[in-house]
């Protein structure tokens, strides 16, 4: 085992795990001392950390960023918590890999080319181990409603612009004052931009229709 993590091909992952092992540490001492978490989840980016403003607007190169991102559970759990499930996932991963290509071939591939492709596989697995991290964190909710007494309420488009079979995320509050964050379409053929509000009209099986907001005293 100790020949697998020294080796040159694989000091990369090591020092993934070594990080990994930090980083949890370090989480620790923040839920204990607070202060550091919260402040690197307020560095991320808008549309990740739920503050979205209508006067904010991301270029399409940005927003497709931001779509990966929110994909992977950034932002939806801390930080900390997120950067040790990639560098876990990530090297862990690679050193399956390279022990694999090492008890078939006897020898180890380069570290630059394992690591391009292990973090291009690794993806998948950071969004489920994270999205089951999600899961069982506790959640702000402690109110339960149904979906269909969210129609008739007025929600603010987040992330991307809502067409017909193109939906957007949007935030929504509930009578309880509890955000939500759901799927809107429109509810004719017109696109819903980034940052306006709108009115939820009706529900789906993916989400909502809403259509743009008819007046703007209702909130």
């Known amino acids: 085992m ?3 993590l020294n080796h040159p091909s694989n000091v990369v992952f090591s ?35 739920g503050d979205m403003h209508t006067d904010i607007h991301l270029d399409a190169g940005s927003t497709g960023i931001i779509k990966l ?28 890999v390279q022990n694999t290509i090492h008890a078939f071939s006897g020898m180890y591939l380069p570290a630059w080319l394992v690591s391009m492709g292990t973090l291009f596989l ?17 959640k702000d909710e402690t109110t339960a409603i149904n979906h269909e007494d969210l ?7 987040v992330l991307g ?15 309880f004052g509890q955000t939500h964050y759901i799927m809107v ?4 053929e017109d696109i ?14 993916s989400g909502f229709k809403a259509i743009k907001n008819p007046h703007q005293d209702l909130m």
């Open 69 to 96: 991102l929110s994909w992977l559970y950034v932002g939806k759990i801390p930080v900390l918590i997120w950067l040790t499930v990639f560098l876990g996932v990530f090297g862990a991963l690679g050193l399956i």
């Open 161 to 175: 612009d809502a067409s017909v079979g193109a939906a957007a995320e949007a935030k929504v509050v509930d009578r």
């Open 2 to 4: 100790w020949s697998l």
């Open 15 to 49: 020092i993934a795990l070594g990080v990994m092992l930090f980083l949890g540490i370090v989480e620790l001492l923040s839920m204990l001392m607070g202060g550091l978490s919260d402040w690197l989840d307020g560095l991320l980016p808008e549309g990740l950390n």
């Open 192 to 205: 819903l931009v980034q940052g306006s509000m709108v009115l939820l009209v009706s529900q789906q099986a």
């Open 122 to 138: 690794c993806l998948p697995l950071v969004r489920m181990v994270a999205s089951g991290v999600y899961r069982i964190m506790p």
């Open 151 to 157: 129609i008739g309420r007025v929600a603010q488009i």
């Open 185 to 188: 379409e429109p509810d004719a």
